[in-house]
Nanobody, 128 residues
Framework: QVQLVESGGGLVQAGGSLRLSCAVSGRTFGSYAMGWFRQAAGKEREREFVAGISRSGGMTSYADFVKGRFTISREYAKNTVYLQMNSLKPEDTAVYYC???????????????????WGQGTQVTVSS
């Protein structure tokens, strides 16, 4: 069983930065493609893709609305994936979820249904 625990959320002013972390339990961190999704209040049926990174770490993908502002990375020694968020906007306010999906090679998963394991989420609130 794989467990994911997010941290790093909080309240920040527009233009500020936050770094989210997702710690993954178990010895198989290197077997998973990882991703970040978010779900805004009032959009319970919509968990939108934010960023993804391949199992190898060599490939990344971003939603258009975060390109140039967010960066996803992974640290194998710590079984952790990060989401560095810069130039935050009020519309970035949401619960952010980390996800893991077992995949080979350099595949980046961009759909929620591609992921098998999810964290509990961490709230990010950006004030104007």
């Amino acid at each position: 069983q794989v467990q994911l625990v997010e941290s790093g959320g909080g309240l920040v002013q527009a233009g500020g930065s936050l770094r989210l972390s997702c710690a993954v339990s178990g010895r198989t961190f290197g077997s998973y493609a990882m991703g970040w999704f978010r779900q805004a209040a009032g959009k319970e049926r919509e968990r939108e893709f934010v960023a993804g990174i391949s199992r190898s770490g060599g490939m990344t993908s971003y939603a258009d609305f975060v390109k140039g502002r967010f960066t996803i990375s992974r640290e194998y020694a710590k079984n952790t994936v990060y989401l560095q968020m810069n130039s935050l906007k009020p519309e970035d306010t949401a619960v952010y979820y980390c996800a893991a999906g077992p995949r080979q090679g350099s595949v980046v998963l961009t759909t929620a249904t591609s992921y098998d394991y999810w964290g509990q989420g961490t709230q990010v609130t950006v004030s104007s």
